[in-house]
């Protein structure tokens, strides 16, 4: 599949939920158009310094900026400096022994992280924040290494929107089965319990 085709599919697809489902709100305005900020400037290349960076990788790093203060928590922060790690270490490993990538990395990378963020936080905000600052600046740490060996990539290139859309689905996914599960347990808990204050009433209009 060629690269970016993923993301675009991925980009549009969210940006319906987030647009139709979402409920109304600041959140939703803002989610809505960093997503077409991203489709919009994912053609767009800078050069900075000895960088070249795609503009749309620039627009993300903004604006996680503002979409959640990891920051606030030391647990939240090392998690996604561990994320960060992680990802770096795996793009080196798909570079030296790419015979043991048995998946596609657009769906090794995402899931290998999507298990990992689960076990360290179960709320879905922090999942994403943590992903996809540690995703970003992973890539940034993997890009600088690999500029000290004179070895020019671009960062945040469309290869690794497709990974970083694929971990978002992956996430939304979990939630809307983790909420449908809840929603089962709630709804095979209360099916009995309405019938019990009725028959009260009916033993108490006897006796009277």
Not at 48 to 71: E, K, N, P, Q
Not at 118 to 143: D, M, N, P, V, W
Not at 149 to 162: H, L, P
Request: with cysteine; proline share 2%.
């Amino acid at each position: 599949m060629t690269n970016g085709l993923l993301f675009l599919w991925f980009a549009w697809m969210l940006w319906i939920i987030v647009t139709f489902f979402m409920k109304k709100g600041t959140k939703r305005t803002y989610f809505a158009c960093i997503i077409l900020l991203l489709i919009n400037c994912s053609n767009t290349t800078l050069k900075i310094g000895d960088y070249h960076v795609l503009l749309s990788f620039i627009v993300l790093l903004a604006g996680l900026l503002f979409f959640h203060s990891v920051a606030q928590s030391f647990y939240l922060l090392f998690s996604s400096f561990t994320i960060c790690l992680g990802y770096t270490a795996i793009l080196f490993w798909e570079q030296i022994t790419p015979i043991w990538m048995f998946l596609p990395r657009v769906i090794l990378i995402p899931l290998t992280l999507t298990i990992i963020i689960t076990i360290l936080t179960k709320q879905f905000e922090k999942r994403l924040a943590i992903g996809l600052i540690g995703i970003t600046c992973g890539e940034i740490y993997h890009s600088f290494i690999l500029t000290s060996y004179t070895i020019q990539e671009v960062i945040g290139d469309k290869a690794f929107f497709d990974m970083i859309l694929t971990f978002i689905m992956l996430q939304t996914i979990l939630e809307i089965l983790h909420k449908g599960k809840l929603a089962i347990y709630t709804f095979s808990q209360n099916i009995g319990q309405p019938l019990q204050p009725v028959k009260s009433k009916t033993r108490k209009t006897m006796n009277g």
